[in-house]
């Protein structure tokens, strides 16, 4: 059996959103439920899934999946595991930095030192998390500059 892992399913869910083809959208669905079968199949009441957990935890399982002895059940539980803790952290630190950007932005906006970087980070910021108050920003720092 060969391990599906949540950032496989969350690329695929991307594309058939990004594409729109009924072809990924089945794509997705079908790698979806193989997904969940898997974890029914891996996970019980003795190995539990963690779905939010502390680097400790990770850990033990790592050490448990290098130990002598260990299943394929074990390396798999860790493999996936892992994979989870590092989409979490990502996604912690994608939410950090909109509002690191947001507060530079805002801080520019404020003391009147608007220069072209603000200008490219606004548009990114806009365009990968189109708020009402993320489009008024860059809409502000494209007036500032002109």
Known sequence: MSVILESQVEKAKAEAQQSGNPRKLA?????????????????????????????EALDEMKAKAEADGATNADKERYAIQADRFKMQEEGRRAHVGIHEAKATLRQALQSGEVKPEHEKMARDLAASNSTNENVSIFTQIQRALN
Request: proline share 3%; aromatic share 18%.
């Open 27 to 55: 794509e997705y669905s079908r790698l979806k439920q193989l997904y969940r079968e898997q974890l029914n199949v891996l996970f019980d009441e003795e190995n539990p899934f963690l779905r939010s957990f502390r680097g």
